[in-house]
T-cell receptor, first 110, second 111 residues
Framework: GDKVKQSPSALSLQEGTNSALRCNFS?????VQWFLQNPRGSLINLFY???GTKENGRLKSAFDSKESYSTLHIRDAQLEDSGTYFC????????????FGAGTKLTIKP | EAAVTQSPRNKVAVTGGKVTLSCNQT?????MYWYRQDTGHGLRLIHY???????EKGDIPDGYKASRPSQENFSLILELATPSQTSVYFC??????????FGPGTRLTVL
């Protein structure tokens, strides 16, 4: 079964609009990481979260461990935001293994 | 800046052959990981290591071995490659309580 379920699986947006991506966990996630895989295939880490929120420029992420979900908000989407976004959850803090979701493919149109 | 490198970047192997994928990190991280990425899946953990001399089985270890001879190097070994092992392989490094840093990936094709 899917321990980490991402939605939507794909999303197409106009440049300048906002979006929200979501991860739901069927495991007791203790930490969450968000990554962007760019069109060249490189994986870039965006956020490392314990329960709470973080913000970096146009990106904001939240992790609610009690409700077992995490969100990634993208404000004022730009063409370079295109790619596949992955969330990954650590099940037991300190065991240092993470489980990935299947990803959300985001396409930003001019 | 974190640095994880992988070699080779592309590899074509024959069924039944031995393949070794290498990973080097200059971050001085204790943990290293090998994942594979297939269409429709996120990254799936094959093997990982907590430090030199340590290897642990991940979620899909069958058909793979790993070796961690030093803090910096972590290898993934396919003793008898099969076409089902055609995939993109990513190495990562990290420490407890911090994010993982990924290498650029190795595209392996087994014919």
């Amino acid at each position: 079964g899917d321990k980490v379920k991402q939605s939507p699986s794909a999303l197409s947006l106009q440049e300048g609009t906002n979006s929200a991506l979501r991860c739901n966990f069927s495991i007791a996630a203790t930490t969450v990481q968000w990554f962007l895989q760019n069109p060249r295939g490189s994986l870039i880490n965006l956020f490392y979260l314990v329960p709470g929120t973080k913000e970096n420029g146009r990106l904001k992420s939240a992790f609610d461990s009690k409700e077992s979900y995490s969100t990634l908000h993208i404000r004022d989407a730009q063409l370079e935001d295109s790619g596949t976004y992955f969330c990954a959850a650590e099940e037991n803090y300190g065991n240092e293994k993470i489980t990935f979701g299947a990803g959300t493919k985001l396409t930003i149109k001019p | 800046e974190a640095a994880v490198t992988q070699s080779p970047r592309n590899k074509v192997a024959v069924t039944g052959g031995k393949v070794t994928l290498s990973c080097n990190q200059t971050n001085n991280h204790n943990n290293m990981y090998w994942y594979r990425q297939d269409t429709g899946h996120g990254l799936r953990l094959i093997h990982y290591s907590y430090g030199a001399g340590s290897t642990e089985k991940g979620d899909i270890p069958d058909g793979y071995k790993a070796s961690r001879p030093s803090q910096e190097n972590f290898s993934l070994i396919l003793e008898l490659a099969t076409p089902s092992q055609t995939s993109v392989y990513f190495c990562a490094s990290g420490d407890a309580g911090y994010e993982q840093y990924f290498g650029p990936g190795t595209r392996l094709t087994v014919l």
